[in-house]
């Protein structure tokens, strides 16, 4: 996935299921009105919204900002960079999630034509 960061110096993400903007600001070393904003940039960071649009934020969103902020921060990255970075990675998880599978039908295939064969 993204290269392993500065996290080690963010505390440890307590096991709740979902966090408020102000915990998750603790949480990831970054001010509110940023993660806002980059809810506008990172179409795949989308906290749930309940009572009066209160944001909260899941684990794997934990994760995914200080993805985020070790890009921008620690990496240098742009957000236009940063996008395009996560969305690669992305890419590449799902293209090899698909060679395993086209693998694994030719294995099945092969299997299935030495069973007619015999």
Not at 77 to 96: L, P, S
């Amino acid at each position: 996935m993204l290269e392993p960061s500065n996290n080690d110096q963010l505390p440890p993400i307590p096991g709740k299921r979902y966090f408020t903007i102000g915990e998750v600001s603790d949480l990831c070393d970054v001010k509110p009105h940023v993660l806002r904003y980059w809810e506008q940039e990172f179409p795949n960071l989308s906290p749930v919204k309940r009572r009066g649009n209160r944001r909260y934020y899941q684990r794997q969103d934990v994760i995914l900002i200080r993805q985020i902020r070790s890009l921008l921060y620690d990496q240098g990255f742009t957000i236009g960079g940063a996008r395009q970075r996560m969305n690669g990675d992305d890419a590449r998880v799902e293209a090899t999630q698909v060679r395993q599978l086209i693998d694994q039908t030719v294995g099945e295939l092969e299997e299935l034509l030495g069973v007619l064969k015999a």
